[in-house]
């Protein structure tokens, strides 16, 4: 059984008749005993009501520190599986921009040996044009070195010779006009 601070003012001793103990100094010292215990008693009292909001406080934050772990290890999840999906997309980007340089290259080679061709050909007509037109002006100058008169006779109803004109879109397949003497 506790005792109480009440219990401590209100203890009666018994009386003996012989040798008995001063009243006074008794109640005195029994009155300071109570005052300390209720004193204690007291301490106590707020010494557990602290205890108790300080272990609901634990409590919450025990609570708390499990949510916290399990948003922490969700976060970790999360972040790691977009990191794998960041990785596989760039890998992705990558093999389609290689893929498309492959194209851009061969596409570009191929324009390349296109137009390659192209000048080889226009190369080609070149020489046959200088070649045609240098045998063309050598005839005129031949005809012109063989009759001098022939160039103060008035023209005949014969119509000049004109040189035939190659556009500048010719292709290999097509052969360059032959110009007639």
Not at 3 to 22: A, M, N, V
Not at 35 to 49: G, Q, S
């Amino acid at each position: 059984m506790r005792i109480t601070p009440l219990d401590i003012y209100q203890h009666e001793f018994s009386r003996k008749k012989i040798g008995g103990l001063d009243d006074v100094e008794v109640n005195e010292f029994l009155k300071k005993v109570g005052r300390e215990y209720e004193a204690l008693y007291a301490e106590n009292k707020v010494l557990k009501e602290q205890s108790e909001r300080l272990s609901l406080q634990i409590k919450d934050y025990l609570e708390l520190e499990k949510t916290l772990k399990q948003t922490l290890i969700s976060a970790q999840k999360a972040s790691g599986d977009l990191k794998n999906n960041a990785e596989r997309e760039a890998e992705l980007i990558l093999r389609e921009a290689e893929i498309q340089s492959e194209r851009i290259l061969d596409e570009a080679r191929g324009e390349m040996e296109n137009v390659t061709k192209e000048i080889r050909d226009l190369k080609r007509q070149k020489r046959m044009l200088k070649v045609e037109l240098k045998t063309v002006l050598e005839s005129y100058m031949a005809m012109i070195s063989d009759d001098p008169i022939s160039i103060i006779k008035p023209p005949t109803a014969t119509p000049p010779q004109t040189a035939t004109v190659i556009p500048q879109n010719v292709t290999s397949s097509q052969q360059p006009p032959v110009l007639a003497s």
